[in-house]
């Protein structure tokens, strides 16, 4: 079944759309509030695609995110009640309770973490507003990670990315699947440990 290749092949050619980066853009500020998937899944066919412009795309979805976070944050300061229901119903409230743990230990370092975490953003940008973590230290050091994590991404990809999509595009049924089959593994490891 060739499902990776088909997908592969319609995030090359999106990534080279002219309204591309307002999409990136648009999947990391979300990102930062509600959205389940991370912008790298566009960031690096982006950065493939246009190596010359993998900088622009990293400060794009940078910025982006950090407005993001500022919703997120806001949403825990001001909204959590609400919040906390659907943070529950989607499963993701043992996360938050452990991020919560974490913000509790490590304060504002843990917002610099979160940037390379692979606990999803949003978690963290709600948890600083519910803790009430003074904005400005959140802003800066979200800003500083969440570059430092997408420049990285962005700059690997623009690097690795003519010399390997190829490689990558023939490989990737392989890697598709793969991933996929990690994941029930680790979720049934997940769930018999449970």
Avoid at 139 to 153: G, H, K, M, N, Q
Avoid at 163 to 169: G, L, M, T
Wanted: glycine share 6%.
């Amino acid at each position: 079944m060739q499902l990776f290749g088909t997908i592969y092949d319609k995030t090359i050619a999106w990534s080279k759309h002219r309204f591309a980066p307002f999409w990136l853009s648009f999947v990391s500020f979300i990102e930062a509030i509600f959205f389940p998937i991370p912008p790298d899944v566009m960031l690096i066919p982006m950065s493939i695609a246009k190596p010359q412009k993998a900088t622009r795309y990293a400060i794009y979805t940078a910025v982006a995110s950090v407005l993001g976070g500022m919703i997120g944050y806001a949403i825990g300061y001001f909204a959590f009640d609400w919040v906390k229901e659907i943070i529950a119903s989607w499963g993701m409230q043992s996360n938050f309770d452990k991020v919560m743990l974490w913000f509790e230990t490590w304060g504002i370092f843990i917002v610099f973490l979160a940037g390379f975490s692979p606990i999803p953003y949003k978690l963290f940008t709600i948890c600083a507003g519910v803790m009430q973590m003074a904005f400005l230290p959140f802003i800066l050091t979200a800003a500083i990670s969440r570059f430092a994590r997408f420049y990285l991404v962005a700059k690997i990809s623009a690097w690795g990315g003519e010399k390997y999509e190829a490689k990558i595009r023939r490989s990737i049924e392989l890697i598709g699947w793969g991933t996929v089959a990690l994941a029930v593994i680790i979720y049934l490891i997940y769930t018999f440990i449970k």
